[in-house]
């Protein structure tokens, strides 16, 4: 049987594999750091390959670079054993929820999530640290010689200890204010690309501090075709302390994965409250489907002339009705905008109306056509109605969101500055569709989860959401603290809970079925002991310890065989009881899963009949050695379709 790698994608194993597909002859081998051989790609024969004029070193080229911006590439490409664990204390209904609450640092997070949510990702929000001088950042550790590190930045005390931990305070007298916030930003970019669908958004916000600097991340990460606009948001009205302008507004920046994507999957909505209700003011009870109309003129004049739109209509008093008012056929430049087919299909189908009027010489009746809000001339539905929307935002301001905290935390606010919820739907509503997967892995306290769960309560959708947060501790001066939230995860998790319960409570029986669950996932290192990476490094005794570190439980084992198998940390999971063993089932029987000790032939028997997809058992799971033997003849004769794999 095979064996589960248990770690995240190796991207840049698979990105070699993609090169060889397209120029194998630009694929060798070498020795790897390890001993043993492995691809390798040769880059002479590549550029060859892609040009016949290849940019020397120096040659002078449009590009954005800073100190260890290499090393951010490869930090975004790097596999990772990290693992989520689940809490089922934590969440709220654990086994039926389909939304996610993530803790743990989000480039970690990234990358386990990478292969089981590549190109699954509907829209992405995230409001990072704005690199004020007062804000923390990640501090990711790069593979740099400590001299060089000491020389760039000082990071090292006169007695060799660093002096800056993986999340510290990045004030503006730090000789890399401006290095270190983007070789946090940069690599977490990159992985969230891969998570995006084809026709995928992202928003990010920020302020002027770094705005120019992210600009240029995103048009490298995502590609400058890709920008779609700079939201301008007036967050507040005005700024008594300000020292020359007051800066008033804040901005986020919209980028798709592939913009003709978007375009062909319809995926921008238009601006519904931008109709004028005041024009459309007529309705008609016979054709409720079409909505509302107003009237317009049938004729124009100024339009190319032809004789096949100069004709008359014949109207309800048996008189003729012609371009203009005119009584006869005359030249006058004046034609109808609709042929004579169209206009008996107009007819017939209501889309045309006679009003009585006196400005036609040849009838008591002029004719107008009906423009609905709904379907077109032709009598299509529309794909749009509305004008697009516009870029500037100018409510709600930034007061609103914490308004909205001091009425779920009863007067308190244990979160400063979070984003209104207004804000988020705002973007959330310019996509058309009412699914998907809503991502934010800066989450702080959860506004786009709070966001989303309004949304759906509001329009009957069914989106998801997935919330990543650092377990940031709470300052122990903070009314946060006080009131008992000792991180920022537990002030987010609580706002999910607070903010469901009113949303169901407010839309009544009509939403119901929404959902306003979480499943909690805790980040980890691997359930699995070193001995099962590198077997190779262990005197030959110790591969028969037990591989699994002894404080994890089944269902650790379960959700890191998940990831590992590409399944979806929101499927669906039951816990069965097969010939006295315990067996986990994902997503039906798409995965079956036993983890208990002890297993026989029966219950390998039982499960094979099922005939699962997959399934997973540990190796020392076997109660002897005749199981072992007879497991794959068994699910040979019984499912010889299913993949079975061990751990």
């Known amino acids: 049987m095979e064996k589960l790698k248990m770690q995240s994608h190796d991207v840049i194993g698979s990105n070699t594999q993609k090169i060889a597909q397209l120029f194998p002859n630009c694929v060798t081998e070498r020795m790897g750091k390890n001993g043993k051989p492995e691809l390798a790609i040769d880059f002479e024969k590549l550029q060859a390959e892609l040009s016949n004029e290849v940019i020397t070193e120096g040659e002078e080229r449009y590009q954005f670079i800073w100190p260890d911006k290499r090393a951010a590439a490869r930090l975004a490409n790097t596999p990772t054993s990290m693992t989520l664990r689940p809490s089922r204390e934590e969440s709220v209904d654990f086994d039926n929820t389909e939304n996610l609450y993530i803790e743990g640092d989000n480039l970690d997070v990234l990358k386990v999530l990478r292969e089981t949510y590549l190109g699954k990702v509907k829209m992405i929000y995230i409001d990072p640290p704005y690199n004020t001088g007062n804000d923390f950042v990640y501090y990711d550790e790069f593979d740099v010689n400590k001299n060089i590190e000491e020389e760039r930045n000082g990071f090292w005390d006169e007695d060799g200890n660093q002096t800056l931990s993986n999340f510290e305070r990045n004030t503006a007298a730090n000789g890399r204010f401006h290095t270190n916030w983007l070789n946090m930003i940069y690599p977490r970019l990159k992985v969230a690309r891969d998570l995006l669908a084809d026709d995928g958004v992202i928003f990010i916000s920020i302020d002027d501090n770094e705005v120019a600097n992210l600009k240029k991340i995103c048009d490298e990460i995502f590609g400058d075709s890709n920008f779609v606009a700079k939201f301008d948001w007036r967050k507040k009205t005005g700024a008594n302390d300000a020292k020359d302008i007051a800066v008033v507004t804040e901005s986020i920046l919209l980028y798709t994965k592939n913009h003709n994507a978007t375009i062909e999957s319809k995926l921008w909505r238009r601006d519904e409250d931008s109709i004028n209700s005041d024009r459309y003011k007529f309705e008609d009870e016979f054709v409720e489907e079409r909505g509302r109309f107003y009237y317009d003129t049938l004729d124009r004049g100024g339009l190319q002339y032809s004789d096949s739109m100069n004709y008359g209509i014949e109207a309800p008093d048996g008189g003729l009705i012609f371009p203009n008012g005119r009584d006869s056929f005359i030249n006058d430049g004046w034609i109808w905008k609709w042929s004579k087919d169209k206009v008996k299909w107009g007819i017939e189908n209501k889309f045309l109306e006679f009003v009585k009027s006196n400005k036609s010489k040849g009838s008591a009746y002029t004719i107008k056509y009906k423009v609905y809000q709904l379907v077109d001339n032709e009598g ?188 979806e940390l929101s499927a669906k999971i039951e816990n069965k009881q097969i010939a006295g063993k315990s067996v986990h089932f994902v997503d039906d029987n798409y995965l079956v899963a036993c983890f208990d000790r002890d297993v026989n032939e029966s219950t390998i028997t039982e499960i094979a009949k099922l005939q699962p997809i997959y399934f997973v058992m540990r190796d020392a799971s076997a109660a002897n050695d005749n199981v072992i033997d007879n497991f794959e003849q068994i699910f040979k004769h019984y499912s010889p379709d299913t993949n079975c794999r061990i751990i």
């Open 380 to 567: 299509n539905i529309r794909e749009n109605s509305g004008r697009a929307f516009m870029n500037l935002i100018t409510e709600p301001i930034n007061q609103v969101g914490n308004s909205e905290m001091k009425a779920i935390f009863e007067n308190k606010t244990p979160f400063s500055n979070p984003k209104p919820v207004g804000l988020i739907q705002f973007f959330i509503n310019i996509l058309k569709p009412k699914n998907g997967i809503i991502f934010d892995f800066f989450s702080g306290s959860s506004t786009t989860a709070h966001a989303v769960m309004k949304l759906n309560a509001e329009d009957g959708g069914n989106r998801k959401f997935i919330m990543v947060q650092l377990p940031e501790k709470t300052d122990e001066k903070s009314e946060a603290y006080k009131a008992g939230y000792k991180n920022i995860c537990e002030i987010g998790k609580e706002r999910i809970r607070r903010a469901g319960k009113t949303i169901k409570e407010e839309a009544g029986l009509s939403a119901q079925n929404i959902d306003i669950g979480f499943r909690v996932l805790k980040l980890d290192t691997s359930n699995m002991e070193d001995v099962y990476y590198t077997p190779q490094e262990f005197e030959l005794q110790s591969l028969f310890n037990e591989n699994v570190k002894a404080d994890r439980t089944n269902e650790d084992l379960l959700f890191q065989v998940m990831l590992d198998l590409g399944i």
